[in-house]
């Protein structure tokens, strides 16, 4: 299985600071990566697909980006609605696998 | 408006089984593959399983597969999954997804397993 490793699993930011996640592919996965938002008692929400699309309703805010096997989550100048938990999903291959999150608070 | 509404969950004894439904609406549910995604209590998210938009396809993960069942009725635009044997560590609540990847999400349904 491919794994997906996320860091960090914690981040203390400040509202206007930008701040990165990122996800580690154990072996090549192309672009078939997503990001997920998910706040407390609620459904994922899409974020970003194709590493670096912004889903529909996402603010510009967002970004994704791509290095080698090393994909990152980007938000620049971090609003009070961003702080929620974020998550990695490989589409490449099955088993489909998420990163372990990354729970975004404010510092 | 893309809705997905899951039914179905509840407490449920070990070796048990239980069926979730998920009815969609605001799209053609013909069109998509669907999956079903899994959340245990304070833990991240798991693909559990997903189907091809006419259900000639499936996928499930090893820790499911031979116990669980995912189809589907495009006439009736719903979802299923035939969970059989059930075990303490599928306790977690159960998210219907639209697409392979889950562009949208259902409000997700509670599964307990539990004697």
């Known amino acids: 299985d491919i794994q997906m490793t996320q860091s960090p699993s914690s981040l203390p930011a400040s509202l206007g600071d930008r701040v990165t996640i990122t996800c580690r592919a154990s072996?090549?996965?192309?672009?078939?990566l997503r990001w997920f938002q998910q706040k407390p008692g609620k459904s994922p929400r899409l974020m970003i697909y194709?590493?670096?699309n912004l889903a529909n309703g996402v603010p510009s805010r967002f970004s994704g980006s791509r290095s080698g096997s090393d994909y990152s989550l980007t938000i620049n100048s971090l609003e009070s609605e961003d702080m929620a938990i974020y998550y990695c999903?490989?589409?490449?291959?099955?088993?489909?696998?998420f990163g372990a999150g990354t729970k975004l608070e404010l510092k | 408006e893309v809705q997905l509404v899951e039914s179905g969950g509840g407490l449920v004894q070990p070796g048990r089984s239980l069926k979730l439904s998920c009815a969609a609406s605001?799209?053609?549910?013909?069109?998509?593959?669907m999956a079903w995604v899994r959340q245990a209590p304070t833990k991240g998210l798991e693909w559990v399983a997903t189907i091809s938009y006419d259900g000639s396809s499936t996928y499930y993960r090893d820790s499911v597969k031979g116990r669980f069942t995912i189809s589907r009725d495009n006439a009736k635009s719903t979802l299923y999954l035939q969970m059989d044997s059930l075990r303490s560590e599928d306790t977690a609540t159960y998210y219907c997804?639209?697409?392979?990847?889950?562009?949208?999400w259902g409000q997700g349904v509670m599964v307990t397993v539990s004697s």
């Open positions: 999903l490989q589409h490449n291959e099955y088993p489909y696998t």
């Open positions: 072996q090549d996965i192309g672009n078939y």
């Open positions: 997804a639209r697409g392979a990847t889950g562009d949208y």
């Open positions: 605001g799209f053609t549910f013909s069109n998509y593959g």
């Open positions: 194709g590493a670096t």
